[in-house]
């Protein structure tokens, strides 16, 4: 079994940043994709970055590209999520999944979820 435990959520202004952090246990966390989505009040969960399970291949939401990076510390089981210029409408749930491997941008693939880190980004 894995579990996954999100952390870093908070309260910011537009235009500012939060670092939020994934950590994860359970399994050999080297093997593992993880991934960010979010989802916000009354809309489906949507899929955020993810990276592999080496950190080799990253893959981000057009709309977050060039202001949000994800990264991985295996030597500590975590993963990162940086993100900057925060808007409001990017106020969600965040949450972290994994998977085997290999990344994917949809939320079927990932079997493993963590409970979630509020974001809330006023204008």
């Known amino acids: 079994q894995v579990q996954l435990v999100e952390s870093g959520g908070g309260l910011v202004q537009a235009g500012g940043s939060l670092r939020l952090s994934c950590a994860v246990s359970?399994?050999?966390?080297?093997?593992?994709?993880v991934a960010w989505f979010r989802q916000a009040p009354g809309k489906e969960r949507e899929f955020v970055a993810t990276i592999s399970y080496n950190g080799g291949v990253t893959d981000y939401a057009d709309s977050v590209k060039g202001r949000f990076t994800i990264s991985r510390d295996n030597a500590k089981n975590t993963v990162f999520l940086q993100m900057n210029s925060l808007k409001p409408e990017e106020t969600a749930v965040y949450y972290c999944?994994?998977?085997?491997?290999?990344?994917?941008?949809?939320?079927?693939?990932?079997?493993?979820w963590g409970q979630g880190t509020q974001v809330t980004v006023s204008s």
């Open positions: 999944a994994a998977r085997t491997y290999y990344s994917s941008a949809s939320p079927g693939e990932y079997p493993y």
């Open positions: 359970g399994r050999t966390f080297s093997r593992y994709a």
